[in-house]
């Protein structure tokens, strides 16, 4: 008889878990605490006739090999490249575009710095030399720095044949992107302060610091390592939006026997022996498992579904100060019209993702203020209208946007309840002095504060990665030294979820690798 697992989360990464597991043979049992299964992942119907992505929203590091191997367009994904990456609107009059093209970028650069357009140039080869190792890297399981065994040795010799590829000069560039600030790399290397927004956002999006944070650089990498549609370091629309890339997976589930429970939620995890073995739900009821596997934050489960008796002391002073703190306050909003930016909109600007903030200072402000306030006098707004590519959305004539928005206190806890509207209207007001008209335009609002985010999806902290990327929390340190390898301490207990490597993102690595490992354990 086949083994029976249970999948605790029935975000992306616990699908592509779930679809490995069940190809090998195994019995596989989704719980999934919502009526709707796909974690952050989802589509919703926020207002009558108005549907959007509702916490992650935009297509760019979802692994190939995934989307083949759980054939995915077979399943009704279709994914759409933007025409234009980004447009940044500045106070000025003038607006930055960048374009999936670098040469196309540069021409756009060269009209505020000839010097940064040829710096940049150099900046992309450096980058195209080092992201190919880190990719193949991502694809690895890390090995075990204490504890390990002679394939964790021989996982070391195969990294390091991977590292020779680097000459010195590409190494050095790769440890500077593990280790210093954004903001520092990009002080070094540009002059102008629309390329600097344009990657300093990078190294901000769901990551609570400033651009100038040490190993703030390390987080703008993470956003550059994926492609759509096999081209590289562009940036993509899934149509129906997120929630169409998790229905797909949920099928292709479905299609090997997954079983998956929706409004199951997870009570705690009992422990005898060193053994998961019944995984008891809030409804009284209970489901026995001979292998178990968390797919939500490790802070999580270790801190609230398992019982302290049942872990070391180690591992739980560990993940009682994990970081976890994204600093992010979501927003969806119905739209009567197309907002209209004071700057240059030259053609189809407004596909792009639309990024509000005019220099590295204004988000270093921007952190300041919210660790001191709670949140930023001037956020720092990414907008996106999908509705511009997608007429599945919303009614005709009308439109959607997503509001992405960073620096807001996480924790604030439950007091983002005094304060959510507040803020909320600031955000309006903020993309209103860009677009005027825009507040006027809006004819309904979806908000997600980190509070709302964390008792919604269970992004604890309102932490879209499972774990702040920094890198005492990064490749081997994934979420705790000794425990990178997908199992922990508890002999049969597994994790597949953001929280381990590579981390955050709908990239669907974490749940490919985590098979893989209980498929040779077991």
Known sequence: MSKHIVIVGGGHNGLVCSTYLARAGFKVTIVERRHVIGGAAVTEE?????????????????????????HLHEHGLKILLRRINNYLPFE??????????????????????????????????????????????????PPAIVNGGLGDILKLFSMSRLFRKLNN??????????????????????????????????????????????????????????EVNGKPGVWGHAVGGMGAITQAMAKEAINLGVSI???????????????AK????????????????SNVNPKLLFQQLIEPENLSDEIFSHFKSYKCQSGTFRMNVALDSLPKFTADM????????IIMSPSLDYMDQAFTDARRNGWAKKPIVEMLIP?????????????????????????????????????????????????????????ARQIHSPWDLEQK?????????????????????????????????????????SGTHPGGGVSGIPGHNAAREIIRKN
């Open 46 to 70: 926020f207002h009558p006739g108005f549907r959007n992505s509702v916490a992650s929203y935009t297509v760019s590091l979802l692994h190939p090999k995934i989307i083949n191997d759980l």
């Open 92 to 141: 000025d009059g003038r607006s930055f575009l960048s374009y999936p093209e670098l040469k196309r970028t540069c021409e756009e650069l060269d009209r505020f710095s000839s010097a940064d357009a040829n710096a940049l140039i150099h900046y992309y080869r450096s980058l195209d030399e080092i992201v190919p190792v880190i990719k193949e890297i991502m694809l690895l399981t």
């Open 169 to 226: 000069t590409q190494k050095q560039f790769l440890l500077k992107l593990f280790s210093v600030s954004a903001g520092e790399m990009l002080d070094d290397i540009f002059e102008s302060d629309a390329i600097k927004v344009l990657l300093g956002f990078d190294a901000i999006v769901g990551h609570y610091a400033s651009p100038y944070s040490p190993g703030s650089a390390y987080v703008l990498l993470h956003h550059v390592l994926g």
């Open 261 to 275: 429970k929706t409004q199951a939620e997870v009570k705690n995890i009992e422990i005898s022996k060193q053994q």
């Open 278 to 293: 019944i995984i008891h739900l809030a409804d009284g009821s209970s489901i026995t498992a001979d292998i178990v596997v």
């Open 346 to 353: 030259p053609e189809f600007c407004l596909e792009a993702g």
């Open 387 to 443: 509705s511009t590519i997608d007429s599945t959305l919303t009614p005709p004539g009308k439109h959607v946007a997503s509001l992405f928005c960073q620096q807001f206190n996480p924790d604030l806890g439950s007091e983002w309840d005094n304060h959510r509207e507040k803020v909320a209207d600031n955000i309006i007001d903020t993309v209103d002095n860009y677009a005027p008209g825009f507040t006027d335009s809006v004819l």
């Open 457 to 497: 999806f269970g992004l604890t902290g309102g932490d879209i990665f499972h774990g702040r990327l920094s890198l005492d929390q990064l490749f081997s340190v994934r979420p705790m030294l000794g425990m990178a390898q997908y199992q922990t301490e508890i002999n049969n207990l597994f994790m597949c979820g």
